[in-house]
Nanobody, 121 residues
Framework: QVQLVESGGGLVQPGGSLRLSCAAS????????MRWYRQAPGKERELVAA???????KYAESVKGRFTVSRDDAKNTVYLQMNTLKPEDTAVYYC???????????????WGQGTQVTVSS
């Protein structure tokens, strides 16, 4: 029932920008925090950014000041605007449903299929 579909990845040069989108369905989107993770070959999965149901945001230190996470509850979509991209940003980026507001028992193991971001000259 829960479905998350990422889009917007691609190949860009260092210093370029991309905007990722995650379209959600099968649940009341506005009640949930949403998160972006990424994973590069040989590396652990890394939390990149998160946004609460109320719009409070958090970022990994490596992307702070360059990436911006936002949400549009009317469209059931969460975005990740990525600016000043670096080769070390190359990874598969995944959308993940976070906690439901005021509910620490809510299920968080829902993921999208991922979208590839490659930053190279």
């Amino acid at each position: 029932q829960v479905q998350l579909v990422e889009s917007g990845g691609g190949l860009v040069q260092p210093g370029g920008s991309l905007r990722l989108s995650c379209a959600a369905s099968g649940f009341t989107f506005s009640n949930y925090a949403m998160r972006w993770y990424r994973q590069a070959p040989g590396k652990e999965r890394e939390l990149v950014a998160a946004i609460s149901s109320g719009g409070v945001t958090k970022y990994a230190e490596s992307v702070k000041g360059r990436f911006t996470v936002s949400r549009d509850d009317a469209k059931n979509t969460v975005y990740l605007q990525m600016n000043t991209l670096k080769p070390e940003d190359t990874a598969v980026y995944y959308c993940n449903r976070g906690l439901r507001v005021f509910d620490l028992t809510s299920q968080t193991d829902y993921w999208g299929q991922g979208t590839q971001v490659t930053v190279s000259s």
